[in-house]
């Protein structure tokens, strides 16, 4: 449940990083688990984290508690309620992955997590972060250009679309079994040009640290113009195609979630305006408030992403 706390409960960034500081606020914030627990941390991923920022990305407001962003999730394979979905990503299997690269590609490969993060170096970019439901947070994400691994796998000249495919384990994700109306494996999409902009990133890590099993370790995508829910978890497979492939939400409701989900505050979603967003902060007892802030157009990367579209896209 949401409680509206005041302004002067959001943390200025100083004091929410480095970690060290953060780790200061745990007993005051001990009403949400925090991450950690969660985390996979792989032989290979030891000393990537964190990794360096890269200074071109800054933000116009504060980053969102630690606590919040892993303890705060939407994670259907495993519930609907965002602050139990920490506690049910247990038999949750990360360790080992691999990512299968396949479709309209010169170079076909299938990667190992460990083979992937040691192969793209890693950076760390504050990016705002915008859910269709209407909350949003300011998160350190740390994570690889899409681009990276596209140019690697060479796309042939037909090459359109950028599909992407979260692992489907019912018996590690109890959400799959008691939400069998949803059309599993969770799927996402973007145009080849979108994957190709230099904001679109694969994710492994947030706050320095690797991705806790509630963020979609080991691997997510990470399109900040776009709403939360086209930044699809977990990847296993990466497909490069010729035709629009479908997408979960899209498939599911299409008047309520399109296919692009740019965030845009002048189309509202047809039970709620978009126009403003509750931007999550931690309050006085550890719950989880929010302050209230007009929405940005392409969540305010415009500049980075305004030459895709027309501004009709849904
Ligand atoms: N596989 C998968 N990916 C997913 C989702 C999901 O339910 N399953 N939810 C999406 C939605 S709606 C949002 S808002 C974000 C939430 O990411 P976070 O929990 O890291 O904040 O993940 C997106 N990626
Ligand atoms: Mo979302």
């Known amino acids: 449940m949401l409680i509206k706390i005041p302004r002067g409960w959001e943390l200025p960034e100083s004091k929410v990083t480095p970690e060290s500081v953060f780790r200061g606020r745990r007993e005051f914030v001990k009403t949400l688990s925090l991450a950690g627990i969660g985390a996979s941390v792989s032989g290979a ?14 933000l116009d407001r504060p980053l969102t508690a630690e606590a919040i962003a892993t303890g705060y999730n939407n994670f259907y394979e495993f519930t609907l309620d965002k602050q139990e979905v920490q506690h ?17 590609v010169n170079n076909p ?14 950076e760390e970019r504050l990016y705002r972060f915008r859910c269709v439901e209407a909350w949003s947070m300011a998160v350190p994400w740390t994570g690889f250009p899409m681009s990276a691994l596209l140019k690697e796998a060479d796309p042939k000249a037909d090459a359109r679309y950028v599909r ?14 008691s939400q069998p109306h949803y059309d599993w494996p969770y799927e996402e999409a973007l145009t080849m040009a979108e994957a190709m902009n230099e904001l679109a990133l694969f ?20 399109i900040p113009w776009k709403y939360g ?25 299409p008047t309520e979630y399109g296919w692009y989900s740019n965030v845009n505050p002048t189309k509202p979603h047809p039970r709620w305006s978009q126009a403003h967003e509750r931007f999550l902060a931690l309050g006085p007892g550890g719950q989880v408030g929010y302050t209230m802030r007009p929405t940005l157009m392409y969540n305010g990367y415009e500049a980075f992403v305004s030459e895709l579209y027309t501004g009709d896209e849904f």
């Open 229 to 253: 829910l086209k930044n699809i978890k977990s990847i296993v497979e990466i497909a490069i195609t010729k035709k629009r492939p479908p997408t979960l939400w899209n498939k599911a409701i």
């Open 109 to 122: 490969k299938t990667y190992d997590i460990d083979d992937l993060v040691s192969r793209f170096p890693l």
């Open 203 to 222: 994710c492994t890590g947030l706050y320095g640290k690797p991705l806790p099993k509630q963020n979609g370790a080991p691997i997510r995508a990470i």
């Open 88 to 104: 049910r990503v247990g038999q949750f299997k990360v360790e080992p992955w691999k990512v299968k690269v396949t479709g309209q």
């Open 164 to 177: 992407m495919v979260t692992a489907y384990r019912p018996r590690e994700m109890p959400g799959i079994v």
């Open 45 to 58: 991923e030891t000393g990537l984290y964190p990794a360096t920022r890269n200074t071109r990305y800054t």
